[in-house]
């Protein structure tokens, strides 16, 4: 199946520092990804999704000069959290999108990335 | 954000018995997936559905999309302890590429 990365994955930083945490599609283009933040033991909440080339869309309620999404390139995107806060503290899945045929499309996870800030 | 309601929440078993959980939403989807979590892991894609209606097969693993298209079900048959982790579906409608998510069903196997 389809491979996504995450790195790195567990990052601890201190409080108003930044964090950048890159998500690649390891075998196969992705013109859209996706991130998500999970807290302990809830579900996935979808903070953004990126197309390659242009601007993020985000969520209702997710600051977006907080966290500064770039999708550079197909199989590449990378979220960084500014100015993090220990609210910032959780689980970061970042997801990419697959077309497998027509218009199905199927999605896969990274690994995921744990930030602790401090 | 939007979720999507799954039952049960949590669930024990023994080995060997067989597994049921399903998932609702107050809105219509055109594609349902099913994910494993195993803890500090991402979500691993299990089984996907297209169809109204659709039974699909992954080993141990069935899943089905709901007639009504409101709805979907997974089935463990003859769990095991790797069996172990929290169980996600997911919902798109048509013409958007955005997955809702479900609240999660964490599954735990006595052997």
């Known amino acids: 199946g389809a491979v996504v990365s995450q790195h790195p994955s567990w990052v601890i930083c201190k409080s108003g520092t930044s964090v950048k945490i890159e998500c690649r599609s390891l075998d196969f283009q992705a013109t859209t990804m996706f991130w998500y933040r999970q807290f302990p033991k809830q579900s996935l909440m979808l903070m953004a999704t990126s197309n390659e080339g242009s601007k993020a869309t985000y969520e209702q309620g997710v600051e977006k000069d907080k966290f500064l999404i770039n999708h550079a390139s197909l199989t590449l995107s990378t979220l960084t959290v500014t100015s993090a806060h220990p609210e910032d503290s959780s689980f970061y899945i970042c997801?990419?999108?697959?077309?497998?045929?027509?218009?199905?499309?199927?999605?896969?996870f990274g690994p995921g990335t744990r930030l602790t800030v401090t | 954000g939007q979720q999507l309601n799954q039952s049960p929440q949590s669930m024990f078993i023994q080995e060997g018995e067989d597994v049921s959980m399903n998932c609702t939403s107050s809105s219509i989807f055109n594609t349902w997936l099913w994910y494993k979590q195993d803890p500090g892991e991402g979500p691993v894609l299990l089984i996907a559905l297209y169809k109204a209606g659709e039974l699909t097969s992954n080993g141990r693993l069935t899943a089905q999309f709901g007639i009504t298209r409101k709805d979907s079900f997974l089935n463990i048959s003859a769990s095991i302890p790797s069996d172990v982790g929290i169980y996600f579906c997911a919902g798109a409608t048509s013409g958007t590429y955005k997955y809702i998510f479900g609240t999660g069903t964490r599954l735990k196997v006595l052997a």
């Open positions: 997801s990419a999108r697959t077309r497998l045929a027509g218009p199905i499309y199927e999605q896969y």
